[in-house]
């Protein structure tokens, strides 16, 4: 059975960090690319983050530019988002996401094919 699962989300205080795993079992997801989504409460699912099969290029949500880094470990199936200066607005359920198909840089939830369960991530200010 093919699933993500993701980790390390948890309750931390403004201006903390967290960093999130999202590991890929049943199949290799070297050669695919890998997102993170959130949806907070009341709000539909947004785009956060997206990086290529390779790792080399990453792209992110204007709303998390500069303070979120994604990157990827493919020898372990992992992908990862260190989040730092965190504010009580990333406050979500964040979910890693996979494609299938693609290698670039995807941003569209649509084009994703393997999504995680969420792990929840709380900012108290």
């Known amino acids: 059975q093919v699933q993500l699962v993701e980790s390390g989300g948890g309750l931390v205080q403004a201006g903390g960090s967290l960093r999130l795993s999202c590991a890929a079992s049943g199949r290799t997801f070297s050669s695919n690319a890998r997102g993170w989504f959130r949806q907070a409460p009341g709000k539909e699912r947004e785009f956060v983050a997206a990086?290529?099969?390779?790792?080399?290029?990453?792209y992110y949500a204007d709303s998390v530019k500069g303070r979120f880094t994604i990157s990827r470990d493919n020898a372990k199936n992992t992908v990862y988002l260190q989040m730092n200066s965190l504010k009580p607005d990333d406050t979500a359920v964040y979910y890693c996401a996979a494609s299938r198909g693609l290698r670039g840089l995807v941003i569209r939830d649509y084009e994703y094919d393997l999504w995680g369960q969420g792990t929840q991530v709380t900012v108290s200010s």
């Open positions: 990086i290529t099969s390779s790792g080399v290029r990453t």
